[in-house]
Every structure is written in structure tokens, then in C-alpha cells.
């Protein structure tokens, strides 16, 4: 199983993914965080398996209209079995913001953030 730190040492894929994300460019965060998910174990993989899925059900449920409720319920198998905060990140806090994210009746609503604390 890798640590949590693991997660900050490709520090690259893991800022870009963040600030992607945090830029309302879903797609292309998942897309940042794959190199990083190919390579991970333990709870860094469920932990960006978690993360590329919310990233997918936001880009769905706004530039597709479909599916999003499918890979939601799919990153919950792996936030279940981490901690509310992980490697830095609030995932309670995040789950919680990209639920409304995908309730919300406009884009402008629907702005979830990673919120990040650097170890």
C-alpha cells in the first residue's frame, strides 16, 4: 500500500488535476490524474479512482447531460472506504459540493472545489 504522501510526489499531475478540477475543467483533470491512478496502489488508487469519477460525473452531467449519477455512484465504493480528509484533500467536503454540483439547475451553481492543504 502506498501513503498518503505518495499522492503530493507527482506533484505535476496531482497540482494539474487540482487546478483543473478547481477551473471547472473536469475532463481534463480526469485526464491529468489518470498517469498518476495508472501507477497507484492501496488508497492513493481508490483515492484518485474517487477523484476521476466525480471529475467524469461533472463533465457529464454539464457537457453531455447523461450519466452522471452512474460514475457518482461509483466514486462512493471508494470514498467509503477512505478517511473524510485524505493526502490533504476533504473528501466528505468534496462528495458533499459535487452532489449539489449535480443537483444544481445552472453551471454557475455548480462550481465544487478540491479543497487542498499541502503536507
Not at 20 to 37: D, I, V
Not at 55 to 82: C, I, P, Q, V
Amino acid at each position: 500500500m502506498v501513503g498518503a504522501d505518495a499522492l503530493v510526489s507527482d506533484s505535476a499531475a496531482w497540482q494539474d488535476g487540482i487546478r483543473l478540477f478547481n477551473s471547472g475543467h473536469w475532463w481534463e483533470a480526469h485526464e491529468a490524474w489518470e498517469g498518476a491512478w495508472l501507477r497507484a496502489a492501496g488508497d492513493e488508487r481508490a483515492c484518485l479512482s474517487a477523484l476521476i469519477l466525480l471529475a467524469a460525473a461533472l463533465h457529464k452531467r454539464w457537457h453531455h447531460g447523461s450519466l452522471a449519477h452512474r460514475n457518482f455512484t461509483k466514486s462512493e465504493k471508494y470514498l467509503d472506504a477512505l478517511p473524510a480528509e485524505f493526502a490533504g484533500i476533504r473528501l466528505a467536503a468534496l462528495r458533499a459540493d459535487v452532489w449539489s454540483a449535480l443537483q444544481a439547475d445552472t453551471l454557475e451553481q455548480a462550481r465544487p472545489q478540491v479543497q487542498y492543504t499541502a503536507h
